[in-house]
């Protein structure tokens, strides 16, 4: 599964951004799209994460301001951010997971920069 992402840019604290990753190949071995975050000097940590059942999942430090969502056909997984601040600079990655035949796989997209600033 490739995938690839857009959306990130400068912005200033309290503005919005909302990221896309869209997903092609075997799309219907996903299991879990999710967006992941990497800030200079930190580790890679969980954004949000949603599954094929709709289940989604967020880091405390976004919830109430982040929401993740996908397309009805299930290729696209989208990161509307509202409220942003400062320390959510980073640089945002897309991932999915899931079973292919017997081998799973965990995918990352190639990264898109997010820069909260005045």
């Known amino acids: 599964v490739q995938l690839q992402a857009s959306g990130g840019g400068l912005v200033q604290p309290g503005g919005s951004l909302r990221l896309s990753c869209a997903a092609s190949g075997s799309i219907f071995s996903i299991s879990v799209m999710g967006w992941y975050r990497q800030a200079p000097g930190k580790q890679r940590e969980l954004v949000a994460i949603i599954t094929n059942g709709d289940t989604t999942n967020y880091a405390d430090s976004v919830k109430g301001r982040f929401t993740i969502s996908r397309d009805n056909a299930k290729t696209t997984v989208f990161l509307q951010m509202n409220s942003l601040k400062p320390e959510d600079t980073a640089i945002y990655y897309c991932?999915?997971?899931?079973?292919?035949?017997?081998?799973?796989?965990?995918?990352w997209g190639q990264g898109t920069l997010v820069t909260v600033s005045s």
């Open positions: 991932n999915v997971r899931g079973v292919r035949g017997l081998y799973p796989f965990n995918n």
